[in-house]
């Protein structure tokens, strides 16, 4: 089985900084696993999920997401892969206010080189997302700002997994939930990831989650910033 993100000698300092953000000498995850990566604010999570979608270019070192080394493509190109490969699930969500719930979930997929699908076929696939998300069809014409935190995330989930994208990034979605509507989430997420054969990486500070994945590992042991070699 191939792997979905493999990372080789890996580090990254933010501009005028002396002290290294990243430093990780291997990681791989293979495609269609589900992984849970965990760490404390300020420990590189959110820089390590912008190396792996391209928003930001490592100092040194190799980011290859589904075979394609991301760092070798234009700004354009990085653009348009990460459409085509990846689905983020924001922690704030990112969602688009003035659109309503149906267009934001339908948003990415005009960016993606694969559109495939008809407008109708789309339309369907974004209802058929939603529903198996446990989304009322009574919410999908409404606006985003008329939804709960909780529909608001689901809303969230489904744009990720338009267009079946080979890795899921989830960034502390479930961080505004209480804990049983948090695992009821994760069930649903894990059920999609199933369907649609995508791997998932999820990321988080709450360890009470991780038994839920099929692996678990802590960013300060993956991450090798302040060892002495």
């Excluded at 959110?46 to 493509?73: A, K, R, W």
């Excluded at 109708?120 to 709960?148: A, C, G, V, W, Y």
Aim: glycine share 6%.
């Amino acid at each position: 089985m191939m792997n979905i993100i493999e990372l080789s000698n890996l580090t990254f300092y933010w501009p005028n900084q002396t002290e290294r953000t990243l430093d990780i000498p291997i990681y791989q995850q293979k495609q269609g696993s589900k992984v849970f990566i965990k760490g404390p604010s300020g420990s590189g999570k959110s820089t390590l999920l912008s190396l792996l979608t391209g928003i930001l270019s490592p100092t040194e070192g190799t980011v290859i997401i589904n075979g394609v080394d991301i760092n070798q493509l234009t700004s354009n190109q990085r653009d348009r892969f990460r459409a085509d490969n990846i689905g983020y699930i924001f922690q704030q969500f990112n969602l688009l206010p003035y659109l309503s719930v149906i267009d934001n979930v339908i948003l990415p997929y005009q960016f993606s080189s694969k559109k495939s699908l008809s407008k109708q076929e789309l339309s369907n696939e974004s209802k058929r997302l939603l529903t198996t998300l446990q989304l009322p069809s009574s919410h999908f014409d409404k606006p985003i700002t008329d939804l709960s935190i909780g529909q608001q995330q689901r809303v969230a989930a489904a744009r990720a997994f338009i267009g079946k994208p080979k890795l899921i990034i989830a960034d502390e979605p479930t961080s505004a939930l209480d804990h049983e509507t948090r695992f009821a989430f994760i069930q649903l997420l894990m059920n999609e990831c199933e369907e649609s054969g995508a791997s998932l990486l999820f990321v988080s500070h709450d360890p009470s989650l991780e038994s839920l994945f099929d692996h678990s590992i802590d960013l300060r042991e993956l991450n090798k910033v302040g060892d002495i070699t």
